[in-house]
C-alpha cells in the first residue's frame, strides 16, 4: 500500500488498514522513527486525574491485602477452594 504525503506533512492510512486495525476519527496515534522506518503505533491516552485515583486504589488495595482484609490467590484452583470452605 503506498500512500502520498501531503500539504502540511499529512498522509491518509490505507482504509483496509484501519479497519483491520479497529480505528476511528479521533484515535491517537504514536509516530515515531527507527533505524529509517517510520512507525505509527496505536495508543490509548487516559487523563492524569483518571491514572492517579488508579494508581490511589491499587495502594489502597495492597494495604488491604498487607492486613488480612482481602485475600491474594496464586491460581483459580485456590479460589474455588476458599469458596467450597463458605
Known amino acids: 500500500m503506498i500512500s502520498e ?4 506533512s499529512q498522509i491518509t492510512i490505507p482504509k483496509d488498514l484501519v479497519d483491520k486495525l479497529g480505528l476511528s476519527e479521533g484515535d491517537k496515534l504514536e ?6 522506518i517510520i ?5 490509548v491516552v487516559y487523563p492524569k486525574k483518571y491514572l492517579d485515583e488508579l494508581r490511589e ?3 489502597i488495595t495492597k494495604l488491604k491485602v498487607a492486613s ?3 485475600h491474594m490467590f ?3 484452583d485456590a479460589v474455588f477452594e476458599k469458596l467450597e470452605e463458605n
Open 5 to 8: 504525503l501531503r500539504a502540511k
Open 31 to 36: 509516530i515515531y522513527e527507527k533505524d529509517g
Open 39 to 43: 512507525c505509527i503505533m496505536p495508543v
Open 57 to 59: 486504589e491499587i495502594e
Open 68 to 70: 488480612g482484609e482481602l
Open 74 to 76: 496464586d491460581n483459580i
